[in-house]
């Protein structure tokens, strides 16, 4: 597997923080973990499982395992937030029939704080994967992703969208976190372009398209190889990330193909292409239809298609 090292700091959190804030709104219960304490267990749950794991059978499981431990703090951050906005939605009865009685009080009081603390709580969950997820790419030169939802980066990574989300977010802008918030810069490219040439070619592209359109968004499938690279771009440079996956178990093999009609369907600024490694000694290489295919469906539509290509010898 290529490994492509980007950063010497997996987390960098910062001092005057929401997590700060909401610790000091929290009355009861003692004072929450530090950030740095929280992004220090992040990574050291994550080192401690490749160290452990490495070099033995487990090894071939590495990407489960490693995924699986990320997606329970993903999963733990979605089921304390959802606890939150019940604790909200009492708090909105609550104040409308409020009678200004004692018991009225304290149960409106109880409310805000079951609130604030599940708030708390799901920040925390997040600096936690936060910093497995980034721990993750350095050590093994994978990205996670969550397959359903919104991962909502509390610091380093990009916001993670449904493309049906994002879809409706343009037609309506009533979306909020779903609405892409800028225009959309839609990315296809072959599994096997995986290599150092092929990371510094689409980081060109990718980087060219951040200087015309600074508040962008990146759209793309989420698949292995280049795409994987794409996202852990994303990631580094702060910009929101559409993922339209293919839906295999709906439509078989039309999947990939059904996903760019997801992309077109965002009218994306333009669509980028790699359809093959620009690696020279990867010859012989028949090129990705489904990148084919996106750049096709683009200048069907009357997008703007820019394919990737070598740098001219």
């Known amino acids: 597997m290529t490994r492509f090292n980007t950063s010497s700091s997996a987390f960098t959190p910062t001092s005057d923080s929401a997590l700060g804030n909401l610790s000091a709104s929290i009355e009861e219960g003692g004072p929450l973990p530090t950030e740095d304490a929280l992004a220090q267990l992040g990574r050291a749950l994550m080192t401690e499982l490749l160290d452990v794991i490495s070099d033995t059978a487990l090894e071939d499981f590495q990407t489960i395992l490693g995924e699986a431990l990320i997606g329970a703090f993903h999963s733990a951050a979605g089921r304390i937030e959802r606890d939150a906005d019940r604790a909200r939605d009492t708090m909105r009865s609550l104040d409308r029939d409020f009678d200004g009685s004692e018991a009225a009080d304290v149960e409106l009081q109880d409310a805000t704080a079951k609130a604030r603390a599940g708030d708390a709580a799901t920040q925390a969950c997040e600096l936690i994967r936060d910093a497995a997820s980034q721990t993750w790419t350095v050590a093994t030169g994978e990205v996670w992703t969550a397959w359903r939802g919104t991962r909502r980066g509390t610091h380093l990574t990009a916001a993670q969208l449904e493309a049906k989300q994002a879809i409706r977010a343009i037609r309506n802008r009533k979306s909020g976190e779903a609405d892409p918030g800028g225009p959309v810069i839609a990315f296809r490219g072959a599994p096997t372009a995986d290599t ?118």
């Open 196 to 313: 150092p040439e092929d990371a510094g070619r689409i980081f060109d592209a990718l980087n060219w398209a951040k200087q015309e359109w600074p508040d962008m968004a990146l759209a793309t499938t989420g698949a292995k190889g280049s795409e994987k690279l794409a996202i852990k771009w994303a990631q580094q440079k702060g910009v929101k990330l559409i993922l339209a996956r293919a839906d295999f178990d709906t439509h078989g093999k039309a999947a990939p193909f059904r996903a760019n009609d997801e992309l077109i369907a965002l009218e994306p600024e333009v669509c980028l292409t790699l359809v093959h490694s620009v690696d020279r000694a990867r010859a012989d290489q028949r090129p990705f239809g489904p990148a084919l295919n996106l750049g096709q469906k683009a200048m069907e539509s009357g997008l703007r298609h820019v394919p990737i290509r070598a740098r001219a010898a």
